[in-house]
């Protein structure tokens, strides 16, 4: 299925594509994302923006300052009406090497997850799996991945409402078992501006059968709250993006990130247990301390 055709005044167009191909190369360029002599994997799942990906790292490609590989990979998941001819199709028109990984996931997913459940957690490892190692067995030594800013924004809101903890998707990152450095080139570029540009170029995008259907996805969910707040506030994803950049731990309360006991500390640290009981040693006490003697609220007794 293809995007609908879009046009926009060449003048517009002109500005779109400069803008997107410049913020991918400061992407690159801010994280080190790309070295002379690089294999990248440009992972296509046939979407907007993984289409847009290789449609800008091929024409970088040509122009970089350093000689680098691309290889299209895709993995055909088997999920219904699934068209295996699209995108080997569109990439052969590209002159780009590609390779088509099959496994069926999707029937690993309807079995496992439960009916009406959220099927993107497990999808998304199976598929990740089948990549990572797909990238081992022929030396790839970057794997780049179509996520965009607001993707970003969105996962870290998604944290944030729902496990507790400030994170979200870096530009760059390893592998948690340390073999694979995976690279986002998108990082910096407004899902706006990508969809616009995939429906110009027209890219024969594939939808997403199996989760993408799901409108009760907590993203779905994120996504519509960003869009509202940039409706009333034009900047306000943006300006959460540049946020991420911009992180001064010293400002928070993660206490592994920032040393807040010693800071300022002058005699032995109390833990908690302690504090709670009541019972500190006098040794641990300021002279005020001292004077204060038994004062109820061990929060006071300490001196500023």
Same mark, same amino acid.
């Given at each position: &299925?293809?995007?609908?055709?879009? =046009?926009?005044?060449?003048?517009?167009?002109?500005?779109?594509? %400069?803008?997107?191909? =410049?913020? @991918?190369?400061?992407?690159? +360029?801010?994280?080190?994302?790309?070295?002379?002599?690089?294999?990248?994997?440009?992972?296509?799942?046939?979407?907007?923006?993984?289409?847009?990906?290789?449609?800008?790292? &091929?024409?970088?490609?040509? %122009?970089?300052?350093?000689?680098?590989?691309? @290889? +299209?990979?895709?993995?055909?998941?088997?999920?219904?009406?699934?068209?295996?001819?699209?995108?080997?199709?569109?990439?052969?028109?590209? *002159?780009?090497?590609?390779?088509?990984?099959?496994?069926?996931?999707?029937?690993?997913?309807? $079995? @496992?997850?439960?009916?009406?459940?959220?099927?993107?957690?497990?999808?998304?490892?199976?598929?990740?799996?089948?990549?990572?190692?797909?990238?081992?067995?022929? *030396?790839?030594?970057?794997?780049?991945?179509?996520?965009?800013?607001?993707?970003?924004?969105?996962?870290?809101?998604? /944290?944030?409402?729902?496990?507790?903890?400030?994170?979200?998707?870096?530009?760059?990152?390893?592998?948690?078992?340390?073999?694979?450095?995976?690279?986002?080139?998108?990082?910096?570029?407004?899902?706006?501006?990508?969809?616009?540009?995939?429906?110009?170029?027209?890219?024969?995008?594939?939808?997403?059968?199996?989760?993408?259907?799901?409108?009760?996805?907590?993203?779905?969910?994120?996504?519509?709250?960003?869009?509202?707040? #940039? =409706?009333? /506030?034009?900047? =306000?994803?943006?300006?959460?993006?540049?946020?991420?950049?911009?992180?001064?731990?010293?400002?928070?309360?993660?206490?592994?990130?920032?040393?807040?006991?010693?800071?300022?500390?002058?005699?032995?640290?109390?833990?908690?247990? !302690?504090?709670?009981? *009541?019972?500190?040693?006098?040794?641990?006490? !300021?002279?005020?301390?001292? $004077?204060?003697?038994? @004062?109820?609220?061990?929060?006071?007794?300490? #001196?500023?």
């Amino acid at each position: &299925m293809s995007l609908e055709p879009h =046009r926009i005044p060449e003048l517009a167009f002109s500005k779109l594509h %400069k803008r997107l191909r =410049r913020q @991918v190369g400061e992407a690159i +360029a801010d994280f080190s994302m790309i070295e002379a002599g690089d294999k990248i994997m440009v992972c296509l799942s046939g979407g907007k923006d993984s289409y847009t990906l290789l449609d800008l790292l &091929m024409q970088l490609q040509a %122009k970089a300052p350093v000689r680098f590989e691309l @290889v +299209a990979v895709h993995l055909d998941q088997k999920q219904p009406g699934y068209s295996p001819e699209i995108l080997p199709n569109h990439l052969r028109a590209l *002159g780009v090497p590609f390779a088509i990984i099959e496994q069926d996931t999707y029937s690993v997913v309807k $079995r @496992v997850v439960p009916e009406g459940k959220t099927m993107c957690g497990l999808c998304s490892r199976l598929r990740r799996g089948a990549l990572y190692t797909h990238a081992s067995l022929h *030396g790839v030594t970057k794997i780049a991945l179509g996520h965009h800013r607001d993707d970003i924004v969105e996962t870290m809101f998604l /944290n944030l409402f729902h496990h507790a903890k400030l994170s979200a998707m870096p530009p760059k990152l390893k592998s948690d078992d340390g073999q694979h450095i995976v690279i986002r080139p998108l990082a910096y570029c407004a899902e706006d501006d990508i969809a616009e540009y995939a429906a110009i170029k027209q890219f024969p995008v594939m939808p997403c059968n199996l989760c993408g259907s799901q409108d009760a996805l907590q993203r779905q969910a994120i996504k519509a709250m960003l869009a509202d707040w #940039e =409706r009333t /506030n034009p900047g =306000r994803i943006e300006n959460t993006f540049r946020a991420l950049t911009q992180v001064y731990p010293s400002h928070l309360a993660d206490r592994e990130l920032y040393d807040f006991a010693g800071l300022g500390q002058r005699g032995t640290a109390v833990d908690a247990q !302690t504090w709670l009981a *009541g019972d500190l040693p006098e040794s641990t006490l !300021t002279p005020s301390a001292r $004077r204060a003697a038994k @004062v109820p609220d061990g929060l006071d007794i300490l #001196e500023a």
